[in-house]
């Protein structure tokens, strides 16, 4: 069955323990990822993590495994990421089995309302599917809120918009930021504190800083001289990675519905004005040239490798510096050739 939006949060911190599957979705990766540590948490479980190609390999593994008891007898779930239609099958023999001893949790990008899995698992009952989106503005806002009580921070809305556009609007990233902030203010769920201004002055270093939007404009505009300068005072080790491909994110979900509608027929002058208030009129000039220069095929490339590049650095798999350098250049040039 489908989340409501406003239920999803007692639906992690209560879980039903007659749903085997939650599935979660959508194009923000990291707050599905967070949400899914967020489950763990309410089920006081720890994750066994299964490979998706395993259970397309094998689609009797989801539910044999889920069926299985904890060698160690403590309450387990079982952990698939990333998942796609390639585990449909195990999903649905999960959904099948006589019983399950373990939920399983699958994090899964944005899915085709097409999806085999997505349709599986918004229509049965002992599942549960959740789409997260990138938050905006006061959604963002709560989004801070939210993830600093669980600090023990109490978070006005002026401090959480600060925060948001810092961490560019990751809850990933926010999660980290506010784990230091509560740590400067020796703040916990059972001593809750108050986040202000001069905290964040005060740990302002570990704050990500920077135009990550700009960088972001300047790989898709084929700019390789001031992406160059960008990337080198980015420093090596930190976490500005994630919120600059979150950036580079939001700038293609915002160009993919307008060259839509370019190739669809309309003339690129119509879209833009269509817009009205909405895009700032500086930014015009630079959004009619990325639409000139990026094909609804090429803003969908970009976008999935940027998916891709996400889960690397959330996971650990690459040096962020590096590979983010690595893919905003290989974009630069494509836009470059075009």
């Given at each position: 069955m489908k989340a409501a939006r406003g239920s999803i949060g007692r639906a992690l911190d209560q879980p039903d323990r007659n749903i085997r599957l939650y599935l979660l979705h959508g194009p923000d990766e990291g707050q599905s990822r967070a949400l899914g540590q967020r489950l763990l948490k309410g089920l006081g479980a720890?994750?066994?993590?299964?490979?998706?190609?395993?259970?397309?390999?094998?689609?009797?593994?989801?539910a044999d495994e889920a069926g299985a008891m904890s060698l160690f007898g403590g309450p387990r779930a079982i952990w698939i990421e990333p998942a796609g239609d390639d585990i449909a099958a195990g999903a649905e023999a999960l959904l099948s089995a006589a019983a399950a001893e373990s939920p399983v949790v699958a994090i899964a990008g944005a899915l085709r309302k097409t999806s085999a899995l997505l349709k599986l698992a918004e229509g049965h009952s002992a599942a549960l599917?959740?789409?997260?989106?990138?938050?905006?503005?006061?959604?963002?806002?709560?989004?801070?809120?939210?993830?600093?009580?669980?600090?023990?921070?109490?978070?006005a809305p002026a401090v959480a918009a600060r925060i948001s556009e810092a961490c560019g609007n990751d809850q990933a990233v926010v999660g980290q930021e506010l784990a230091k902030l509560a740590l400067f203010l020796d703040a916990a769920p059972e001593r809750p504190k108050e986040l202000d201004h001069d905290a964040l002055?005060?740990?302002g270093a570990a704050l990500p800083e920077g135009d990550f939007l700009h960088l972001a404009d300047q790989a898709?505009?084929?700019?390789?001289?001031?992406?160059?300068?960008?990337?080198?005072?980015?420093?090596?080790?930190?976490?500005e990675g994630i919120p600059a491909v979150?950036?580079?994110?939001?700038?293609?979900?915002?160009?993919?519905?307008?060259r839509a509608r370019v190739e669809a027929g309309e003339s690129l002058d119509a879209v833009l004005t269509s817009l009205g208030k909405s895009l700032f009129w500086k930014d015009k000039p630079l959004i009619a040239k990325l639409l000139s220069q990026w094909d609804a095929a090429g803003i969908a490339k970009v976008a999935e490798?940027?998916?891709?590049l996400e889960r690397e650095l959330m996971l650990g798999e690459a040096p962020p510096r590096e590979a983010l350098g690595e893919e905003m250049v290989a974009i630069a040039r494509a836009a470059r050739r075009r």
């Open positions: 720890d994750r066994f993590v299964i490979a998706a190609g395993a259970v397309r390999t094998d689609p009797a593994l989801l599917a959740h789409a997260s989106y990138v938050p905006e503005g006061k959604d963002a806002e709560r989004m801070v809120a939210e993830v600093g009580r669980t600090f023990g921070l109490r978070v002055d005060a740990v898709l505009a084929g700019d390789l001289r001031g992406l160059a300068e960008e990337l080198a005072a980015i420093p090596a080790g930190g976490t979150r950036s580079l994110q939001r700038r293609l979900l915002m160009l993919a519905p307008m490798r940027a998916g891709r």
